[in-house]
């Protein structure tokens, strides 16, 4: 499994940025995808995510409204979309899957994409 974030880079508050993350190694179009990220300092928390269709999304409520999660299956591809960007927003952003291997199931992420958010 391999997941590859970019987009990230320096925005002024208010602004907005497009993250981008590759996936490979599994069928990505069988599994729900997620986007979590980490300020210094802070716990990882979850951002986003979406089911495998991309029918159903869900964000945290820091986020609701601001950013828009999304996938491209022909592409094993998931987006995440940040407008109306703080400065609490600022944190290294990552995507994740988890994938059942026999009785258990193994959580995956990328190396992630920093994020900040400064005038």
């Known amino acids: 499994v391999q997941l590859v974030e970019s987009g990230g880079g320096l925005v002024q508050p208010g602004g907005s940025l497009r993250l981008s993350c590759a996936a490979s190694?599994?069928?990505?179009?069988?599994?729900?995808m997620s986007w979590g990220r980490q300020a210094p300092g802070k716990e990882r928390e979850s951002v986003a995510s979406?089911?495998?269709?991309?029918?159903?999304?869900n964000y945290a409520d820091s986020v609701k409204g601001r950013f828009t999660i999304s996938r491209d299956n022909a592409k094993n591809t998931v987006y995440l979309q940040m407008n109306s960007l703080k400065p609490e927003d600022t944190a290294m952003y990552y995507c994740?899957?988890?994938?059942?291997?026999?009785?258990?199931?193994?959580?995956?992420w990328g190396k992630g994409t920093l994020v900040t958010v400064s005038s």
């Open positions: 979406i089911t495998s269709t991309g029918g159903i999304t």
């Open positions: 994740g899957t988890h994938i059942p291997r026999g009785p258990t199931v193994v959580r995956y």
């Open positions: 190694g599994f069928t990505f179009s069988s599994y729900a």
